[in-house]
């Protein structure tokens, strides 16, 4: 328990309680003037600079040191007042809950709802969630060393050149897999199974006319997608569906903040700016 022993001699501020992760302190003077909890499913975050109160999402806070945690306030669908929890029926339905009032979220299309990350996360990147094979495309067998040369094996859609299916290595069941995500590339641009990159419409047969002709561009040399083979892994990031609106489950309505952006994945070869989750 923190008292005036502890603030003597350190800078004014708060401080983070040693045993109990949602409990902080203030010194002022050398004297310990306040004893605060953080509201219900928010923790104190140390790694702040300690001018100002620093209670966030537990998502990316170490606990492991100090896990003890007050009572939980539940309300109907909130664990906690505050907090993003994946709806125990639906593994794609996450809840915002704040100040005990639930908004349900909805992640993008072959996304899960992972609790651990605060975020919407490929589906066989989550924790009790069964693997989706709901995308009619299975990953033909691939030698290791086509792997360790060319990385992640990718394939287009057949039914939209803009769409392409890329194989990801996923231990399932104590066993290497391989399980197909369904990417998109940017507006103004189709995929390119010659070059196994993104490209304008232009360059790949059968493709010319996916695009209005008041959309199309003319391809320079600098325009196209990073090297299949240049060693870089381009960070790929999905988000919630910014015209979906949350809706309140509670009583008394109002607004809430949007969900979270979905957590990353990892493509080799593709550029970040080229390549969308659908």
Same mark, same amino acid.
């Not at 290497?176 to 995929?191: D, F, M, T, W």
């Given at each position: 328990?923190?008292?005036?022993?502890?603030?003597?001699?350190?800078?004014?501020g708060?401080y983070?309680?040693?045993q109990?992760?949602?409990r902080?302190?203030e010194?002022r003077?050398?004297?310990?003037?306040?004893?605060?909890?953080?509201?219900?499913g928010?923790?104190f975050?140390?790694?702040?600079?300690?001018?100002?109160?620093a209670?966030e999402?537990?998502?990316?806070i170490?606990c492991s040191s100090r896990?003890?945690l007050?009572p939980?306030?539940s309300t109907? /669908?909130c664990?906690?007042?505050?907090?993003l929890?994946r709806d125990?029926?639906?593994c794609s339905?996450?809840?915002?809950?704040?100040?005990?009032?639930?908004?349900?979220?909805?992640?993008p299309e072959?996304?899960?709802f992972?609790?651990?990350?605060?975020?919407?996360?490929w589906?066989?990147?989550?924790?009790?969630?069964?693997? +989706?094979?709901?995308?009619?495309?299975s990953?033909?067998e691939?030698?290791?060393?086509?792997y360790?040369?060319y990385g992640d094996p990718?394939?287009p859609?057949p039914?939209?050149?803009?769409?392409?299916?890329?194989?990801?290595?996923?231990?399932?069941?104590?066993?290497?897999?391989?399980l197909?995500r369904?990417?998109?590339?940017?507006?103004?641009?189709v995929?390119?199974q010659e070059?196994?990159e993104?490209?304008y419409?232009e360059?790949? /047969?059968?493709?010319?006319?996916?695009y209005p002709?008041?959309d199309r561009r003319?391809?320079?040399?600098s325009?196209?997608?990073a090297s299949?083979?240049?060693?870089?892994n381009?960070?790929? /990031?999905?988000?919630?569906?910014p015209?979906?609106?949350?809706?309140?489950?509670g009583?008394?309505?109002g607004?809430?903040?949007?969900? +979270?952006?979905?957590v990353?994945?990892?493509? /080799?070869?593709?550029?970040?700016?080229?390549?969308?989750q659908?």
């Amino acid at each position: 328990i923190f008292s005036d022993a502890q603030c003597s001699g350190v800078p004014d501020g708060f401080y983070g309680d040693p045993q109990q992760c949602d409990r902080y302190y203030e010194c002022r003077d050398g004297k310990l003037v306040a004893d605060e909890l953080c509201p219900d499913g928010t923790v104190f975050n140390t790694e702040k600079p300690n001018d100002k109160p620093a209670c966030e999402l537990p998502f990316g806070i170490d606990c492991s040191s100090r896990p003890k945690l007050q009572p939980p306030q539940s309300t109907e /669908r909130c664990p906690r007042l505050y907090g993003l929890f994946r709806d125990e029926r639906v593994c794609s339905v996450f809840i915002q809950c704040t100040n005990g009032e639930a908004y349900e979220h909805s992640c993008p299309e072959n996304l899960y709802f992972n609790d651990q990350k605060g975020v919407c996360d490929w589906s066989d990147s989550v924790d009790g969630c069964n693997l +989706p094979y709901s995308l009619g495309f299975s990953c033909p067998e691939y030698k290791e060393e086509e792997y360790l040369q060319y990385g992640d094996p990718r394939f287009p859609d057949p039914s939209d050149c803009r769409k392409l299916y890329v194989c990801i290595r996923h231990v399932y069941n104590k066993q290497n897999v391989l399980l197909p995500r369904h990417l998109s590339c940017e507006e103004g641009k189709v995929y390119n199974q010659e070059i196994q990159e993104c490209d304008y419409p232009e360059n790949v /047969r059968g493709c010319e006319n996916y695009y209005p002709q008041t959309d199309r561009r003319v391809a320079s040399p600098s325009s196209s997608g990073a090297s299949r083979r240049d060693g870089g892994n381009s960070v790929i /990031r999905s988000s919630l569906n910014p015209a979906a609106a949350p809706r309140s489950i509670g009583a008394g309505g109002g607004a809430a903040n949007r969900g +979270p952006v979905g957590v990353p994945t990892r493509i /080799r070869g593709i550029n970040k700016e080229d390549i969308h989750q659908i």
